[in-house]
């Protein structure tokens, strides 16, 4: 299972990785594996703001469609808008180029309550 | 099986070729405006004969549960009884037109009447619609019905359903086409409600919760009486998702458990046939206080008569007419064919045969939640390096077997869901656990064998894929 070590996770397998003051999210290794090849993602638009924890879009295997939920509450500054076109960049480069969406965090105290990398190993193990 | 591929219809055509000749012209003909006509529709020009071979063979390549066991989990794909087509097919039945008026369709209104009253009693309800055509469309009667109870009663701020995150994924749809959210509740480890995030999401927000008993995992759980309890205590209401009804007949009324309104699928638990994509029937039941908000009409008797009525706050109709009749039809010959002891004994036997053919399975397959089960289970396909429960799945096709439900419950990594139904017998059941073992051996032996599977079939593994992200939905592009 290939971690972020940078980035810190829900227990719903998204990850949140801080850059500069924004924050780019998107979904585990472990979560992109489980749910085998990705056929459609789903993202907000620009500007909408999402609590903690809130749906912020939806992405779809050929197993099953899953709701995305928000690591921290925030108002979306850019999508990714590539995997419109390529889905599967989600499944081959989950921290890179298949991010999710860029938000600025409307409470930046929700960092500290976030797994960890060595947390979230320990979690998705357990699975 | 007929297992040489078959042409599409367009490719059998030739120019000039017709099944059909028409009758002579006895009217003042009328030429289409010009501009407007069409010499070339691209429809096949086929001869009668090579139609009926066409559709003849396409029927031989069919799967049904006429010709095979069909363990497909959470669907309850079990036979139905030819006698129900009897029923159906009597004239009586079939022909009366739905415009006919109360007095010369006594005999359909008292059909829709008694099978009301049969259901009322099996489910524990005070009241019965049997309008909805499907399990889905059930549910989004029953949280209509929800919503417009809170608001009958000035309360517009409850929003939310509770959906714990083993339901069926028309639950959340259901609420969400209803204008309400839905809240996802978690699993515990036993695989039941987890009882701490119910009592924490419980609040003023929450019109109610939708429960599925015995659940997707094939539990039961064993906290409904707490958790409608508790539900009813925060001023929500509970909603019993009834597709696992074929568990609890004879044996378990949701209705004194707490349920306040709940869909039964008649093409599942009463033997309606469903393969094809219906025509199904999903009633609604519910309690006294919610009798006013069922959708209309239904049939009622006045006097020595039947009629039919709108309850007095309905939430509207939900299909044209009185549901799908012919479907009432059959499930009320079931309903009698059976009878009360024999509705005990379908359950009794769902749940024997769920738990023997697990019992079988596990020899090789895990079970993630291993205690006794209901009238399903859901075993995992992953059962050597490199294999997964889809290869598990189209290898059974090669055996001759539908494959279970995969990939659902989405609680379960590598689902395998298996659903043996009532209406096996234990030779049916020994012959898939004996293959399910041998597949289970070949993957840990020659897992090529699963991963090219299926190769009895007239088209092999598909590029599902492939076809989720490219799809091609037009006959010549």
């Not at chain 1, 912020?56 to 295997?61: D, I, K, L, N």
């Not at chain 2, 409600?193 to 609040?203: H, I, N, S, W, Y």
């Not at chain 2, 709108?310 to 299909?319: L, V, Y």
């Not at chain 2, 939640?369 to 490199?386: K, L, N, Q, S, T």
Request: charge should be negative.
């Amino acid at each position: 299972m290939n971690i972020d070590k940078n980035a810190r996770y829900r227990t719903s397998h998204e990850y949140a990785r801080k850059e500069g003051a924004e924050v780019v999210a998107g979904i585990s290794d472990h979560a992109q594996d489980s749910l085998g090849d990705i056929v459609f993602v789903e993202l907000p638009e620009l500007g909408k703001s999402f609590k903690q924890g809130e749906a912020f879009g939806v992405v779809e295997s050929v197993k099953a469609a899953s709701d995305l939920y928000m690591p921290m509450s925030g108002k979306i500054t850019a999508v990714n808008g590539d995997l419109q076109g390529d889905p599967s960049l989600v499944n081959k480069d989950c921290y890179g180029k298949g991010w999710m969406i860029r938000f600025s965090p409307t409470n930046a105290g929700e960092w500290d309550g976030l797994m960890d990398a060595a947390a979230y190993e320990k979690e998705a193990g357990k699975e | 099986m007929n297992l040489a591929p078959e042409a599409l219809i367009y490719e059998l055509s030739s120019p000039g070729r017709q099944g059909a000749a028409l009758p002579v012209c006895d009217v003042p003909a009328t030429p289409v405006p010009a501009g407007l006509a069409r010499i070339e529709l691209g429809l096949p020009e086929v001869d009668e004969l090579s139609v009926v071979r066409h559709f003849t063979r396409l029927s031989q390549k069919n799967y049904s549960i006429d010709t095979h066991f069909y363990p497909l989990g959470s669907c309850t794909m079990k036979y139905n009884p030819k006698v129900n087509e009897v029923a159906a097919g009597l004239h009586g039945w079939r022909d009366t037109h739905p415009l006919v008026g109360e007095d010369f369709s006594q005999g359909a209104i008292e059909l829709i009447w008694k099978l009301q009253e049969a259901l009322r009693e099996i489910g524990g309800f005070k009241a019965v619609s049997l309008q909805p055509a499907a399990g889905a469309h059930g549910e989004l009667a029953g949280v209509f019905m929800i919503r417009a109870w809170h608001l009958s009663r000035g309360d517009s701020g409850r929003t939310k359903i509770l959906i714990p995150d083993s339901a069926h994924g028309t639950n959340p749809a259901s609420c969400t086409m209803a204008g309400l959210t839905a809240l996802t509740i978690p699993s515990d480890a036993e695989g039941g409600v987890d009882m701490a995030a119910l009592k924490a999401a419980l609040d003023k927000s929450v019109a109610g919760i939708m429960i599925t008993n015995p659940n997707t995992l094939g539990l039961f759980d064993r906290n409904i009486e707490e958790i409608a309890r508790l539900v009813h205590e925060a001023g929500g209401l509970v909603y019993g998702d009834g597709a696992n009804m074929n568990a609890l007949t004879g044996i378990f009324k949701p209705g004194e458990a707490g349920i306040d309104v709940m869909h039964f699928n008649l093409h599942k638990t009463f033997s309606t046939p469903h393969g094809g994509g219906g025509p199904g029937a999903g009633m609604v039941g519910c309690s006294a206080e919610l009798a006013d908000f069922l959708p209309g009409p239904v049939a009622v008797m006045r006097g020595s008569k039947y009629g039919l009525a709108t309850p007095a706050k309905t939430i509207g109709r939900m299909k044209s007419f009185y549901g799908n009749f012919g479907v009432l039809v059959r499930a009320y010959t079931y309903v009698r064919m059976l009878g009360a002891s024999g509705m005990r004994r379908l359950a009794e036997n769902a749940v024997l045969n769920a738990n023997y053919l697990k019992v079988l399975v596990e020899k090789a397959y895990k079970v993630k939640y291993p205690r006794r089960c209901m009238h399903e289970f859901v075993a995992m396909g992953d059962i050597a390096e490199g294999v997964h429960t889809l290869d598990v799945a189209k290898r059974l096709i090669d055996y001759g077997f539908h494959p279970p439900t995969i990939y659902f419950p989405l609680i379960v990594p590598e689902a395998l869901m298996i659903e043996p139904t009532e209406t096996e017998d234990k030779d049916t059941l020994d012959g898939f656990a004996e293959v399910l073992l041998k597949i289970a051996e070949e993957a840990r032996t020659n897992a090529q064998l699963l991963h090219d599977a299926p190769t009895t079939t007239p088209v092999g593994r598909l590029d599902e894929v492939g076809a989720a992200r490219n799809p091609v939905l037009c006959y010549r592009g």
